[in-house]
């Protein structure tokens, strides 16, 4: 097969406009393998996959489903079932990662959280070329045969074999490279991961094309608990960064298992590279696209570590977690949701256009709350939450808030350019966003932590409207029609939290109770300034999830 030349003339032939690139997100990671650390191998990896769809009709995986996806209504009633089991396992997560980190923060140093932002940092980079683009391809065929899951599988697997070497044996060059000795032995824990992930990786995605949400959830619910119960056993023994890594093993090596028996499919003793080739495509292109994406949005993690030190790293990391924590939530489950159904409407404009307002503006009404309350009740939340010990990252937090809820919109963008097949301007778009932030993040280094927070912050609201214009062209969407979806709820959250902050000034009252009066008043203040500024499409959108709530 490897002489054979019409199969390296199917993989390097050149870059269509019909190829499709798989979506990158611009907003930092979070490692869902790891509900506290950063990055994602899953669905925050930056993959910019290329790839000119293979319509073959040999066979269609989970056909009742496929079937059932092409009626409108029918798509849209699995899309909101999918956000509710999503949401389920979301929230799990958020809480039992909001309780382990009050737990660890208090045993672990911000060292040890640096160390483990660095590995995480490594893992995910490795993983961009964990599959060459081959999950996110079946994931966008109409139909997938056979000789083309079963010869992923293996491909998915190998590399996964392969990459777990590649850093174990590398592990003291990569921890001389960030200037942090401590890095080697925690980073080799961390690589069986990647096999992992290469194991799961194809029943994953037969499961995300058919809509299956509630096998994904339940992956990820019980690798939560498991995550979490091994994370604070060792802790508890003494163990500091090797608890992080290992809650980050447990639940990748947890999830997969279920996602291997919810699948219920198995592969065959088969590997063809003609099968594979479709699939693959130009995978050079694939991981070099991912990489550049991966780094213009995790590129702060060594630049931190190197400018500053490890400890600034450290607080980075665990800002990141204590607004990751409930923003994943919302946004990983957009982002698995969104992009198969957006593949669905990629020939009907006019659906796709109202989808991506009423989507955007779901997304800003539940994710403003978050933001700015997050923004709002920093100080009393960190002191209780984390302790005393972590006052320094009050400010980043409230950076990172803002800079979450703007950069909703480009996880968005990309589920959309995945289904137009918008390539070129994909790729140089991750080059050009990837120079232009890291030249930022470099500059503003000198100045500090809460400085490079900023820089990020600013970068995003210069990036994010260009990107935000772009995708509506390709849908024929106006810019001013998502402006004003957004706008009103986003303004509601900047009314809630002026408020909140007003309420927490209560002079010699303790943090708990400054904590609790911010929480609670705020869920006073969002749903009266929601109904005052924002009825119209509030009382759509409820109205919509009880019909919903109601057919399923």
């Keep these: 097969m490897l002489t054979d030349a019409s199969f390296w003339g ?19 990671g979070v490692h869902e393998r790891c509900p506290f650390l950063l990055t994602d191998f899953d669905v925050f990896s930056p993959y910019a996959f290329f790839l000119r769809p293979d319509f073959s009709k040999v066979f269609s995986a989970f056909p009742s489903e496929m079937a059932l996806m092409s009626q409108p209504q029918a798509l849209k009633s699995t899309a909101i079932r999918g956000v509710g089991w999503l ?13 382990t980190l009050s737990i660890m923060s208090r045993f672990l140093p911000p060292e040890a959280f640096g160390l483990a932002g660095l590995i995480i940092f490594m893992t995910g980079l490795a993983q961009t070329f964990g599959d060459f683009g081959t999950r996110l391809a079946i994931i966008r065929k109409d139909t997938v045969n056979e000789f083309e899951s079963s010869s992923a599988f293996w491909f998915n697997l190998g590399l996964g074999i392969a990459l777990t070497s590649l850093c174990y044996v590398f592990a003291p060059q990569i921890s001389i490279a960030f200037g942090a000795p401590g890095l080697t032995e925690p980073l080799r824990w961390a690589t069986p991961i990647f096999a992992l992930v290469g194991l799961q990786s194809t029943s994953a995605c037969l499961l995300e ?7 994904l959830a339940m992956s990820e619910i019980l690798g939560t608990v498991a995550g979490a119960v091994v994370a604070v056993g060792l802790v508890l023994l003494g163990y500091g960064v090797g608890a992080l890594v290992a809650q980050m093993a447990a639940i990748s090596a947890v999830s997969t298992g279920v996602l291997i028996l919810e699948a219920r499919w198995r592969p065959k003793f088969y590997f063809s590279l003609d099968a594979l080739a479709p699939l693959l495509h130009i995978g050079v292109w694939a991981s070099l696209g991912a990489m550049v994406t991966y ?5 702060e993690r060594p630049i931190l570590a190197g400018l500053l030190s490890v400890t600034a790293l450290g607080y980075f990391t665990m800002g990141q977690q ?3 924590t409930p923003v994943r939530t919302i946004v990983q489950v957009v982002q698995k949701m969104m992009m198969p159904v957006f593949s669905k409407m990629k020939d009907d404009n006019d659906r796709a256009s109202r989808a991506y307002v009423d989507t955007a503006h779901a997304l800003f009404f539940v994710m403003s709350p978050i933001c700015f309350g997050l923004l709002a009740i920093a100080e009393p939340m960190v002191r209780v939450v984390l302790g005393p010990n972590w006052d ?10 803002l800079w979450a809820l703007v950069s909703v919109l480009s996880d968005l963008n990309v589920s959309v350019i995945v289904a137009k097949g918008h390539v070129r301007f994909q790729f140089w778009w991750s080059i050009f966003s990837m120079a232009l932030t890291t030249l930022a993040i470099i500059f503003a280094a000198r100045f500090g932590l809460v400085a490079v927070v900023l820089t990020r912050l600013g970068m995003s609201m210069i990036l994010v409207p260009i990107f935000t214009i772009y995708t509506g062209r390709t849908i024929d969407l106006n810019l001013w029609k998502v402006i004003s979806a957004v706008c009103r709820p986003a303004l509601c959250g900047a009314v809630m939290a002026a408020g909140v902050i007003g309420v927490l000034q209560i002079p010699d009252s303790s943090e708990v109770l ?13 749903p009266l ?5 924002d009825r119209r499409r509030s009382m759509s959108l409820l109205s919509a999830l009880k019909n919903a709530r109601r057919r399923s």
């Design 392 to 401: 320094p990252i009050v400010p980043v937090i409230g950076g990172l808030s």
């Design 209 to 215: 094309r058919a809509l299956k949400f509630r096998a």
């Design 514 to 526: 400054r904590l609790i009066l911010g929480i609670g008043s705020g869920l006073i203040i969002y």
């Design 322 to 324: 204590i607004v990751g």
């Design 529 to 533: 300034a929601a109904l005052i500024i």
């Design 295 to 299: 780094l213009g949005a995790n590129l």
């Design 87 to 99: 949401t389920g396992a979301k929230i799990l997560r958020s809480v039992s990662a909001l309780v």
């Design 10 to 28: 199917k993989l390097f032939q050149p870059l269509g406009e019909n190829s499709i690139p798989f979506p990158t997100s611009p907003l930092y």
